[in-house]
């Protein structure tokens, strides 16, 4: 059998093949943004926004390709081969379902979750005439609304979307990196997505007061069609490997409080040969000696 994959011929070619093997630890999740072949003007404004909000970890098709991702996946496959992403966002118009957008994520380069949303009132980054976060910045993400811990594909939908937006790993956190918020909301049917910039003001104390001012983009959004990865595919794709799952220490344990207790073994102790502070008060007095030797020997008579 021939192999279908060659050997790479330069040094170059070997890096950027190492990049994409599979790692213990993965690389930050990418996202391709793609206009439909009849995109509107509306559409084309949220692509740009939300590709200026996930920057630098983001790549935006500037062509438009005709293709139905409900219908035909083959594309969208390609594409994600293409440019390594795992997250893409689709963006069409038409009559039956105008400003349509189709949130949705790869596993093994195949689609795996597709959520359709249909844009019902869009405020842009330029409409909103405040100071912006700088590029790059990780957002914080809160959900509101008991529909997204109720209904199964409202939390598929709320799983995409931590995927999308939620940026790199970081082991650390700065309070003073706590500056953007993507804050989603889900009542009556309709999905708000609403971004703010977070202001440290001062409150006279070491904690700082904070005030939410709005950025942009804004959206207010209704769930239209959704394509879910059945249960054994939804589970084969949370499966992590056995090196991050953390070894299993012996006599270790935690309590409610996360306070940790360790058990030791030793040998059993002869506590009759401890020895214990020397204290005049507690030195034995000869009678008692003697009561221990098994009586009281007799006094020696003074020579004459």
Known sequence: LISCYRKPKTKRAKRF???????????????MLIKG??????????????YAVKKPFAVLYKRKNVTRPFEDQTSLEFFSKKSDCSL?????HNKKRPNNLIIGRMFDYH?????????EKFVSLKDVKNSKCPEGTKPMLIFAGDVFDVNEE?????????????????????????????????????????SYKVL??????KIPRIELEEMGPSLDMVMRRTHLASDDLY???????????PKKKKNISHDVFGTTYGRIHMQKQDLSKLQTRKMKGLKKRPAEKSAEDGGATPKKSKSA
Request: charged share 30%.
């Open 111 to 119: 689609v795996l979750d597709m959520i359709e949303l249909g844009i």
């Open 200 to 205: 440290l003001k001062k409150s006279g104390c």
């Open 235 to 245: 589970k084969l794709s949370l499966k992590q490997p056995k090196g991050l799952k």
């Open 154 to 194: 409202y939390r598929r939908l709320k799983s995409l979307l931590i995927d999308f937006f939620r940026g790199p790993t970081v082991p650390n956190i700065r309070l003073a990196g706590l500056e953007y918020v993507l804050h989603f909301t889900a009542v009556d049917g309709k999905i708000y997505m609403r």
């Open 88 to 92: 893409f966002l689709f963006g069409s």
């Open 37 to 50: 072949g009849n995109a509107n003007l509306t559409v084309t404004e949220v692509l740009k926004d939300i």
């Open 17 to 31: 093949l190492e990049k994409r093997e599979p790692k213990l630890n993965e690389n930050t999740k990418n996202a």
